[in-house]
């Protein structure tokens, strides 16, 4: 067995998001990765979205998705993955901590459980202030609810509003 994955399955959630080096391709070939990786198994992926960035505005667009994945990973080692995933594809931060990047995932919930520890934070912190990430996120999982038991279609609700829409770009078939 595959170290740390010994947790009883559970459903997590990721974030995709990349705004360099043809980002359409880097969040399909991301979900290729992940979904042919033996510790996960996907459930379900989100169509393509893109928006204009948050945070500093000299960036290209960025394209956003989420994808389901059925895991025995612990948070931890399934963060680790989501690093390699990301390394793999050549990931560079340029400039500052909100600089754009070739592929961006985040570990945005694990089922219900609460993670806070210095390296990682789940439910992801910007969940409430995302809508590139609440809007794939619903359009895949409608029902589900936040470890505190709020339901995800409330914070959409109360999602700050951007000055430009999030377009629904490419359907994924699933
Ligand atoms: N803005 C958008 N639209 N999408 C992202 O994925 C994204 N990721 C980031 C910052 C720089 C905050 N802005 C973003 O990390």
Request: charged content about 20%.
């Given at each position: 067995m595959?170290?740390?994955?010994?947790?009883?399955?559970?459903?997590?959630?990721i974030g995709?998001?990349?705004?360099?080096?043809?980002?359409?391709?880097?969040?399909?070939?991301?979900?290729?990765?992940?979904?042919?990786?033996?510790?996960l198994?996907?459930?379900?992926?989100?169509?393509?979205?893109?928006?204009?960035?948050?945070?500093?505005?000299?960036?290209?667009?960025?394209v956003?998705?989420?994808?389901?994945?059925?895991?025995?990973?612990?948070?931890e080692?399934?963060?680790?993955?989501?690093?390699?995933?990301?390394?793999?594809?050549?990931?560079?931060?340029?400039?500052?901590?909100?600089?754009?990047?070739?592929?961006?995932?985040?570990?945005?919930?694990?089922?219900?459980?609460?993670?806070?520890?210095?390296?990682?934070?789940?439910p992801?912190?910007?969940?409430?202030?995302?809508?590139?990430?609440?809007?794939?996120?619903?359009?895949?999982?409608?029902?589900?609810?936040?470890?505190?038991?709020?339901?995800?279609?409330?914070?959409?609700?109360?999602?700050?509003?951007?000055?430009?829409?999030?377009?629904?770009?490419?359907?994924?078939?699933?």
């Amino acid at each position: 067995m595959t170290a740390g994955a010994d947790h009883r399955p559970v459903v997590a959630y990721i974030g995709l998001g990349a705004n360099l080096n043809d980002p359409v391709s880097q969040l399909l070939r991301a979900r290729q990765e992940l979904s042919q990786n033996a510790n996960l198994r996907e459930l379900a992926f989100s169509s393509l979205y893109r928006s204009a960035p948050m945070g500093p505005q000299d960036q290209p667009d960025y394209v956003n998705a989420v994808m389901a994945v059925e895991t025995r990973l612990a948070p931890e080692p399934l963060l680790a993955l989501l690093h390699e995933v990301e390394n793999a594809h050549g990931r560079t931060r340029v400039g500052d901590h909100w600089g754009p990047r070739t592929l961006d995932l985040d570990l945005l919930l694990y089922g219900s459980e609460t993670v806070a520890t210095p390296t990682l934070r789940v439910p992801h912190p910007g969940l409430g202030e995302r809508e590139f990430v609440l809007v794939p996120l619903l359009e895949i999982a409608p029902s589900l609810t936040l470890p505190d038991g709020q339901p995800l279609s409330d914070l959409i609700l109360t999602c700050p509003r951007r000055e430009s829409p999030l377009i629904r770009i490419e359907e994924t078939g699933v």
